[in-house]
């Protein structure tokens, strides 16, 4: 006990040294954000039926998350914003300089010393690592905040054949099951890429990590029970027999076993070190974020997110963008009743080395519920069915084949998906024959996210000199 003593009051120190610096850090914004939250809540959007006096939120920051169904989002707020002459914050290239933290200066025209009165934002949509102050630099306080997770076992799945050539730690393993089987054989922090390997989703989040994750290199060890965690996942779509399911079953805690010591691995862990941290990172996020989507309920949360911007479900339906093949296997096998044991191990494994992923994870989940039962499941279920169903007419009418396609069939450059990683990325072709009109709007709907945003681009500063796309302009998205 004695030598325990002091080693748990190290780590509370490190604690709150490192939430004392990020107070500092987030503390002028995080004030600003805190008075906007309150002086809203008797004017926010009610999750009752809209009413007459709605008027449509056009002031978005949305923080795009890696793996986690964020394409598809942005191709919905890249059409709002085309049809509505709104004015985005673009990157300079196609990320906010990422993995570093969103600097304002990476913004396109962004010149507040030029002494020019400056055009406002409206929205701000692509690929960054979050940092709230910078944010403010850009965007108003008042504007709509909002994300996306994914279960960390699903997001590994797509994460690890993603970048498999971008992450040194994925690299060296010779797949997923080996990589997770003894991670600290291949994972080192602070290598270039490593940052896609582990904790990817608070990494984007822009928070920073526990001092007891930054210095641990135990490995983590499972129960024998293969079936401690049941995590109850149903795909949003995944055919007729989709349904909403009971939150109360959808999420159960983790425990791993580490340095000795059992440690949950969610919210309501007793450790002083881990748990306080994370808690408090996700009490910030609450007050910056208005709403965080979850992947695996993503027309569910679209519904909510239309409801909360004052939009229509046409303003929110569209098609999958980013898609790897076999991406409905893969959210399959992270979430139903038929894995086999070997399925439910990987899972956990995944959930447990992604521990604060999975708490992220849990608390939004969590969140996402809460609103529903507030909107009305019978309510919910009806505009869910609506949504899939315009979205439905929209692929037969638009779309050959009336789904995603296989990217050697697709010689549009203009719609064929950039493709990274060992996985295909899927993309779309137009029926011929469509009339002026439907064939605009269905190509906004098939533009894949980085041909959209250099027609923004173009749109908003427009070149002196016209040149022809060029896919060795593109990144990693």
Same mark, same amino acid.
């Given at each position: 006990?004695?030598?325990?003593?002091?080693?748990?009051?190290?780590?509370?120190?490190?604690?709150?040294?490192?939430?004392?610096?990020?107070?500092?850090?987030w503390g002028v914004p995080f004030q600003k954000r805190l008075t906007r939250l309150q002086f809203q809540q008797s004017c926010a959007p009610s999750l009752q039926p809209a009413a007459e006096t709605c008027l449509p939120r056009q002031r978005l920051v949305f923080l795009k998350t890696h793996k986690s169904g964020s394409s598809s989002v942005l191709n919905l707020l890249h059409r709002y914003g085309d049809r509505h002459g709104l004015r985005f914050a673009l990157p300079i290239h196609y990320q906010f300089g990422y993995p570093r933290l969103f600097q304002a200066s990476k913004v396109k025209g962004y010149h507040p010393q030029s002494g020019n009165t400056?055009?406002?934002?409206?929205?701000?949509?692509?690929?960054?690592?979050?940092?709230?102050?910078?944010? !403010?630099? +850009?965007? #108003? @306080?008042?504007?709509?905040?909002? %994300?996306?997770?994914? /279960? &960390?076992?699903? *997001?590994?799945?797509?994460?690890?054949?993603?970048?498999?050539?971008?992450?040194?730690?994925?690299?060296?393993?010779?797949?997923?099951?080996?990589?997770?089987?003894?991670?600290?054989?291949?994972?080192?922090?602070?290598?270039?890429?490593?940052?896609?390997?582990?904790?990817?989703?608070?990494?984007?989040?822009?928070?920073?990590?526990?001092?007891?994750?930054?210095?641990?290199?135990?490995?983590?060890?499972?129960?024998?029970?293969?079936?401690?965690?049941? !995590?109850? +996942?149903? #795909? @949003?779509?995944?055919?007729?027999? %989709?349904?909403?399911? /009971? &939150?109360?079953? *959808?999420?159960?805690?983790?425990?791993?076993?580490?340095?000795?010591?059992?440690?949950?691995?969610?919210?309501?862990?007793?450790?002083?070190?881990?748990?306080?941290?994370?808690?408090?990172?996700?009490?910030?996020?609450?007050?910056?974020?208005?709403?965080?989507?979850?992947?695996?309920?993503?027309?569910?949360?679209?519904?909510?997110?239309?409801?909360?911007?004052?939009?229509?479900?046409?303003?929110?339906?569209?098609?999958?963008?980013?898609?790897?093949?076999?991406?409905?296997?893969?959210?399959?096998?992270?979430?139903?009743?038929?894995?086999?044991?070997?399925?439910?191990?990987?899972?956990?494994?995944?959930?447990?080395?992604?521990?604060?992923?999975?708490?992220?994870?849990?608390?939004?989940?969590?969140?996402?519920?809460?609103?529903?039962?507030?909107?009305?499941?019978?309510?919910?279920?009806?505009?869910?069915?609506?949504?899939?169903?315009?979205?439905?007419?929209?692929?037969?009418?638009?779309?050959?084949?009336?789904?995603?396609?296989?990217?050697?069939?697709?010689?549009?450059?203009?719609?064929?998906?950039?493709?990274?990683?060992?996985?295909?990325?899927?993309?779309?072709?137009?029926?011929?024959?469509?009339?002026?009109?439907?064939?605009?709007?269905?190509?906004?709907?098939?533009?894949?996210?980085?041909?959209?945003?250099?027609?923004?681009?173009?749109?908003?500063?427009?070149?002196?000199?016209?040149?022809?796309?060029?896919?060795?302009?593109?990144?990693?998205?």
């Amino acid at each position: 006990m004695r030598l325990w003593r002091p080693r748990r009051l190290g780590v509370a120190l490190g604690v709150f040294m490192t939430i004392g610096f990020g107070l500092h850090l987030w503390g002028v914004p995080f004030q600003k954000r805190l008075t906007r939250l309150q002086f809203q809540q008797s004017c926010a959007p009610s999750l009752q039926p809209a009413a007459e006096t709605c008027l449509p939120r056009q002031r978005l920051v949305f923080l795009k998350t890696h793996k986690s169904g964020s394409s598809s989002v942005l191709n919905l707020l890249h059409r709002y914003g085309d049809r509505h002459g709104l004015r985005f914050a673009l990157p300079i290239h196609y990320q906010f300089g990422y993995p570093r933290l969103f600097q304002a200066s990476k913004v396109k025209g962004y010149h507040p010393q030029s002494g020019n009165t400056q055009k406002p934002f409206h929205i701000l949509c692509h690929h960054m690592r979050f940092n709230l102050k910078e944010v !403010l630099q +850009v965007m #108003p @306080s008042d504007s709509f905040f909002f %994300s996306i997770v994914r /279960d &960390p076992a699903a *997001l590994a799945r797509s994460a690890f054949s993603y970048y498999k050539l971008t992450s040194s730690a994925f690299h060296k393993a010779p797949s997923l099951t080996a990589f997770l089987s003894n991670p600290r054989a291949y994972y080192q922090p602070g290598i270039h890429g490593n940052h896609y390997a582990r904790n990817l989703l608070w990494f984007d989040f822009g928070l920073p990590f526990p001092p007891e994750l930054k210095t641990k290199r135990a490995n983590l060890h499972l129960p024998k029970d293969s079936n401690f965690l049941r !995590l109850h +996942v149903l #795909p @949003s779509g995944a055919g007729p027999g %989709s349904q909403i399911l /009971d &939150p109360k079953v *959808l999420v159960q805690p983790v425990t791993t076993v580490a340095d000795g010591h059992t440690q949950p691995v969610n919210t309501a862990s007793s450790d002083l070190g881990t748990s306080s941290f994370i808690q408090w990172g996700l009490a910030w996020l609450d007050s910056v974020f208005d709403l965080v989507m979850v992947a695996e309920y993503f027309d569910e949360s679209l519904v909510l997110l239309a409801d909360a911007l004052c939009w229509g479900l046409d303003d929110v339906v569209g098609f999958m963008h980013n898609a790897q093949v076999g991406r409905e296997e893969r959210l399959s096998a992270a979430g139903n009743n038929s894995q086999t044991a070997e399925d439910w191990q990987l899972n956990a494994r995944a959930r447990a080395w992604n521990n604060l992923d999975w708490a992220l994870y849990i608390h939004f989940n969590r969140s996402l519920w809460a609103r529903i039962e507030q909107y009305g499941q019978r309510r919910l279920q009806r505009a869910v069915a609506e949504l899939r169903a315009r979205r439905e007419a929209l692929a037969k009418h638009c779309l050959v084949g009336g789904e995603a396609l296989d990217p050697k069939y697709i010689t549009n450059k203009m719609l064929r998906p950039f493709q990274f990683g060992s996985t295909k990325v899927l993309g779309y072709v137009l029926q011929s024959g469509l009339s002026p009109q439907d064939q605009e709007e269905c190509e906004r709907l098939a533009t894949p996210e980085l041909q959209y945003k250099d027609k923004l681009d173009a749109k908003q500063f427009p070149p002196t000199v016209s040149q022809p796309f060029k896919t060795s302009r593109l990144l990693s998205p």
